[in-house]
């Protein structure tokens, strides 16, 4: 029995022909220490972000997200940590058990982060310039003049006049150009793992498409790996190749995102493109998904963490949604799907198939 | 930068505004005392036998106006002799000018104003900073709750307990008359002389009002960590001394506007500390001019103390506006 269908041969090779850094997270558990209790924000996770591909997380706010990526960087905020798994990436080693110092050296130079809140992700007393400079004597970069160079280079291939951006301070900038910005403070010393946390969030329409057009083409350009988090499932159609979803600090579907989107097999992630019109077609069908993401301290301890929104477990009640908390279960060769309902259907099917 | 002037007019302008209300305030002060000083003196001329008309130019020499005709023209005589900047003559010592009993007087708390300030906005930003970094410790905790012990301690009341520690328990200091022979100015008898006769009014001028500068540098600390560009800068890589200077740069900002009410704060408390520590500043001048009913010298010193304030408060101001890109560009363009 193959238990994780993501991380098969084919990846391997992937990475050798891509080339660049892959991400690979085994059993991650990121929890927040409140009250004296620890309390998963991130729950047992296992991902994998094949070498050159666009991956995109989506989620409610609240579902884990941030903490997930943050962790990519070493960067749980206080009072939380990982508790629990490991994360490999190549060329920087396992981020959990490294040193604190190579752990900061390692972002800017192998992973760079665009910040959720890049609109003011900038010192406002300083120019952007200065800033890079500031960037290169923290990553010991002897040449600044190329890397002058490299950062203009990066601002006038997103569109912008690369003078003025680096003459300029954050106020001065409009939202689109701060995230730009962002980019490139990100891209600059180049790394191979590009993680983007809500990017188009803030921003107005035009400029939305216009950063996603920008991921789309630096990724291909750099062939970099790269985590889009966001909690519009429209954003995760428009540029990546495959889609995590996470749910109450659980991934609970991954795979390619044509099928995904095509066919979605876990509950919520029905739910959450049911509830996009842009998406399904329908602008009449759209529906909100009832009920609320749950919060840490509303987590279910045990069984599924899902199922007090379930359409299927309302309809089911089947007793392991509530005993056990479901694992991803390979199915149609690259998806994971943590579903007990799935599960026990996929493994009926298979069993129909076989006799 | 033609906006930027426009706002050194509105300074000026306003800085103007509250000389003239000061000015006229005194004038009115002096004029409505009880027992009219300015009649009195006129009175006391007549008898000595001056004509009205010789002990009237006197009068006008001592205080700026003449003691009769309408309240209107007396003010009118007066603000012309300020706008000369002839403050009058001195009552207590005879013949000398006011302006340069006040002015020779000013020298000495400048220096002791500025001494003060920039001792305790060094000591705050420090220690605010320390309190910040370790605010989940027992020094955190410390330093912050002896800064705002000492911000609650009246200037006079630290001028005192030093005086009495310092001079009368432990005689580490003199509190004597700084050597009248030295000729205040630019030279090294002067500064040393300034320096052992200020170190005590320093000392209490910095333990009195660093505590503010603790208090608003840690919230402002405390704050800025929490910004989203010091996690930015965190997630690049960015070295702990980098990040250390990004926070305490913008952490100083709002320090500025507190440094402009203390200039203010300082030349008020001069008048007490000054006079504690028999230091001939503008502060114990007024106050002697006080005791001994000299009105020409008090408005003198109360003036030149309400101009300092408002330079020292259009200083910090400008100061800001140099440090903050966001208000210096806006002005820009
Ligand atoms: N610094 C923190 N301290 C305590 N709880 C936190 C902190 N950061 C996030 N959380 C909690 O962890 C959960 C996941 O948060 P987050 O990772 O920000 O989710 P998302 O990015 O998907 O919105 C939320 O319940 C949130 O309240
Ligand atoms: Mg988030």
Excluded at chain 2, 161 to 176: A, D, E, R, Y
Excluded at chain 2, 205 to 232: E, H, N, P, Q, R
Aim: include cysteine.
């Amino acid at each position: 029995m193959t238990m994780t269908a993501g991380s098969g041969d084919p990846l391997v090779t992937a990475a050798v022909v891509g080339g660049g850094p892959s991400v690979q997270i085994r059993d991650l558990t990121v929890a927040y220490r409140i009250a004296g209790r620890d309390m998963a924000a991130v729950a047992g996770i296992d991902l994998e972000l094949p070498p050159g591909s666009i991956t995109g997380l989506v989620g409610e706010s609240g579902s884990g997200k941030s903490t997930l990526a943050l962790a990519l960087l070493g960067a749980v905020q206080k009072p939380g940590r990982i508790t629990t798994g490991s994360i490999e990436i190549d060329g920087v080693g396992d981020v959990v058990t490294l040193a604190p110092k190579a752990v900061r050296k390692a972002r800017g130079a192998q992973i760079g982060y665009v910040f959720q809140a890049a609109q003011n992700s900038l010192n406002p007393l300083k120019t952007v310039g200065r800033q890079l400079l500031d960037l290169a004597k923290s990553h010991d970069v002897d040449d600044k003049q190329s890397l002058v160079r490299q950062a203009k280079s990066l601002l006038e291939r997103m569109g912008l006049d690369a003078g003025r951006m680096l003459d300029a301070y954050q106020h001065e900038l409009s939202g689109g150009m701060r995230q730009r910005v962002g980019i490139m403070f990100a891209l600059v010393l180049n790394a191979h793992l590009l993680v983007l946390d809500e990017p188009t969030t803030a921003l107005d329409m035009i400029s939305q498409a216009n950063i996603l057009s920008i991921i789309r083409d630096v990724s291909t350009d750099r062939a970099l790996t790269t985590l889009v988090v966001t909690h519009d499932i429209g954003v995760v159609a428009e540029v990546s190749e495959r889609i995590a979803v996470m749910y109450g600090g659980r991934l609970v579907e991954q795979g390619p995102t044509t099928q995904v989107l095509r066919d979605p097999k876990h509950p919520y992630t029905r739910g959450l493109i049911r509830a996009i019109p842009r998406l399904h077609g329908d602008p009449a069908l759209a529906q909100a998904l009832p009920g609320r993401p749950p919060t840490l301290g509303t987590t279910p301890e045990t069984g599924c963490v899902f199922r007090e929104r379930c359409d299927v477990f309302a309809r089911l009640q089947l007793p392991a949604c509530v005993e056990t908390d479901p694992r991803p279960t390979p199915i149609d060769g690259d998806r994971l799907v943590s579903c007990h309902a799935v599960a026990s259907e996929h493994q009926q099917a298979d069993r129909e198939a076989r006799a | 930068m033609p906006k930027a002037v426009r706002q050194l007019a509105g300074h000026l302008l306003r800085g103007l505004v509250m000389v003239w209300i000061v000015t006229t305030f005194t004038f009115v002060l002096v004029h409505e005392m009880p027992g009219n000083p300015v009649q009195a003196q006129y009175e006391s001329l007549i008898e000595k036998g001056f004509s009205p008309d010789a002990a009237s130019r006197q009068v006008a020499v001592t205080y700026g106006f003449v003691p009769h005709g309408s309240l209107w023209s007396q003010y009118g005589h007066y603000l012309s002799r300020l706008l000369h900047f002839d403050l009058g003559k001195s009552v207590s010592a005879q013949g000398v000018s006011v302006a340069k009993e006040v002015a020779s007087a000013a020298k000495w708390t400048i220096g002791l104003v500025l001494a003060g300030v920039v001792l305790s906005f060094a000591l705050g930003v420090v220690l605010g900073v320390v309190a910040a970094m370790r605010r989940n410790s027992r020094l955190g905790d410390g330093l912050s709750i002896a800064g705002s012990l000492l911000h609650g301690v009246p200037q006079y009341v630290m001028a005192l307990v030093l005086v009495t520690l310092l001079t009368v328990k432990w005689p580490l200091f003199s509190t004597g008359d700084v050597n009248g022979l030295i000729q205040p100015g630019f030279n090294v008898a002067y500064i040393a002389s300034i320096i052992s006769h200020a170190v005590l009014p320093a000392t209490a001028f910095a333990l009195s009002s660093f505590g503010g500068y603790l208090l608003t540098m840690k919230s402002s600390v405390v704050s800025v960590l929490g910004d989203d560009f010091i996690l930015a800068a965190e997630l690049r890589g960015l070295s702990p001394g980098l990040v250390f200077r990004y926070i305490s740069r913008n952490a100083i900002l709002p320090l500025f506007t507190v440094l402009a009410l203390s200039f203010g704060f300082m030349f008020g408390g001069a008048v007490f500390i000054e006079s504690a520590f028999n230091y001939p500043g503008m502060g114990a001048l007024l106050v002697s001019s006080i005791g001994q009913r000299d009105y020409s010298e008090m408005s003198g010193a109360f003036l030149l103390i309400t101009v300092a304030v408002i330079l020292a408060n259009i200083v910090a101001d400008l100061l800001y506006t140099v440090v903050d890109p966001r208000v210096r560009r806006a002005s820009g363009t």
